[in-house]
């Protein structure tokens, strides 16, 4: 049996107006997922502990099968694995966006204009961690450059006990209010308020903005974290799993649930991704030998970060005609027997432009399945009056039939 996760982050969503009361699950042309969803099994799964942030990290970790009440220990740190760095007891992974801030005169007062500095370049990006890691560096502190806006600092001999606030849940709002607190708080405040001096003029941030494009003039702090140790997921789940991601976060899950972690040629976590690519890693992966694949898809949830309506709709569809399709051909062409689940980590919704904990939409679809339900939206896995109380309960019933 070979068993296919295809998760399209935050993909869930509320109903729009402008939509007609519907969501963009509702009017994407997605015939792949729908097929699926009507011949297969569908419901609801509560992938975010009430006691839990509802961050991709604990989504992730609970579609995949863990439990992230026993297994948590930050987002930061996750990361970190997947950028290779060996964290020792007592350090501290912090996450470290470059954003897009407005230019009041005092840090407190400016806004969160993009918590992605507009998607910036990791090429772009290397430069400025560089730059902040020769001013900002220390004995007890380094900055390490991961993939486009995302990054990571190290604090050494060092203890959780600061409290963040993710950038994406504070788009277009002024940052006052959601500045570090705690332990460090003033410590790592500071630090922003020195990179948004050294950033504002750098001549990576000066040819963006003659470009027209947003500088990357602070860095933002958050996500916090102490070093993971995960069960493998071998044994756990008695299968050879592999994961494939744009991003360091999911990718460092695997990584640290003992998986192959498969990196695609121009796999970006945006709409403008490998689709193609990541897909056909997948259908490789299975028939090389992997008995279960994760295969995770940020575009979605990029677009309800930034409102954006339009390409969430299409992400949803280029997830649909390109890698649902694709690996189901395929898996059929193999002859083998197999199961897909498809399914969000978490909403992202467009009106609130950040993640919530609400339950979402699962499908599983096994080989020769023909039960002639619903297509895949939110209120048909409502209607179904199935609910998994968890992700790992869902992995269980999906991987063990039960």
């Known amino acids: 049996m070979k068993y296919a996760v295809i998760l399209g982050d935050g993909m869930a969503d509320y109903p729009i107006a402008s939509l007609g009361g519907k969501t963009p699950l509702d009017v994407a042309s997605k015939p792949n997922i729908d097929a699926l969803c009507i011949a297969g099994e569908t419901g609801l799964v509560k992938t975010v502990p009430d006691t839990l942030k509802p961050g991709s990290d604990v989504a992730n970790l609970a579609v995949m099968g863990y439990d992230p009440l026993k297994c948590y220990t930050g987002r930061s740190p996750l990361e970190a694995l997947n950028m290779g760095i060996a964290m020792a007891d007592d350090d501290v992974a912090v996450r470290c966006n470059l954003v897009t801030l407005s230019d009041e005169p005092e840090y407190e007062d400016k806004t969160m204009l993009d918590y992605s500095a507009g998607e910036i370049s990791t090429e772009e990006a290397s430069e400025l961690i560089a730059?902040?890691?020769?001013?900002?560096?220390?004995?007890?502190?380094?900055?390490?450059?991961?993939?486009?806006?995302?990054?990571?600092?190290?604090?050494?001999?060092?203890?959780?006990?600061?409290?963040y606030t993710p950038p994406h849940d504070i788009s277009d709002k002024p940052v006052k209010g959601h500045l570090p607190t705690g332990l460090y708080g003033e410590q790592m405040l500071e630090l922003m308020r020195k990179s948004y001096t050294l950033l504002s003029n750098h001549p990576v941030n000066k040819r963006r903005v003659a470009m027209g494009k947003r500088p990357a003039n602070s860095i933002w702090l958050w996500g916090e974290g102490t070093r993971p140790a995960l069960e493998p997921f071998e044994s756990k789940w008695g299968l050879k799993g592999g994961v494939i991601s744009a991003v360091d976060l999911v990718q460092g899950i695997g990584r640290g649930a003992g998986m192959q972690v498969i990196e695609v040629q121009?796999?970006?976590?945006?709409?403008?991704?490998?689709?193609?690519?990541?897909?056909?890693?997948?259908?490789?992966?299975?028939?090389?030998?992997?008995d279960y694949i994760y295969v995770h898809m940020e575009a979605p949830d990029e677009c309800g970060h930034q409102g954006d309506i339009e390409h969430k709709i299409l992400s949803i569809e280029l997830i649909d005609k390109i890698v649902v399709k694709y690996i189901k051909e395929e898996l059929d062409k193999s002859g083998e027997d197999y199961s897909i689940l498809i399914a969000p980590d978490h909403p992202t919704p467009i009106a609130l432009k950040t993640h919530v904990s609400d339950p979402v939409p699962y499908i599983i679809y096994r080989k020769g399945d023909c039960n002639k339900g619903k297509q895949y939206n939110e209120s048909n896995a409502l209607a179904s009056g199935i609910i998994y109380e968890s992700g790992e309960k869902l992995a269980k019933h999906f991987l063990q039939g039960r």
Do not use: P, W
């Open 266 to 290: 121009g796999a970006t976590g945006t709409y403008e991704t490998n689709f193609i690519g990541k897909a056909k890693a997948a259908v490789d992966a299975l028939k090389g030998g992997l």
């Open 131 to 163: 730059y902040i890691q020769d001013n900002l560096g220390s004995e007890g502190r380094f900055f390490k450059a991961g993939v486009s806006y995302r990054h990571c600092m190290i604090l050494h001999h060092a203890a959780i006990g600061t409290c």
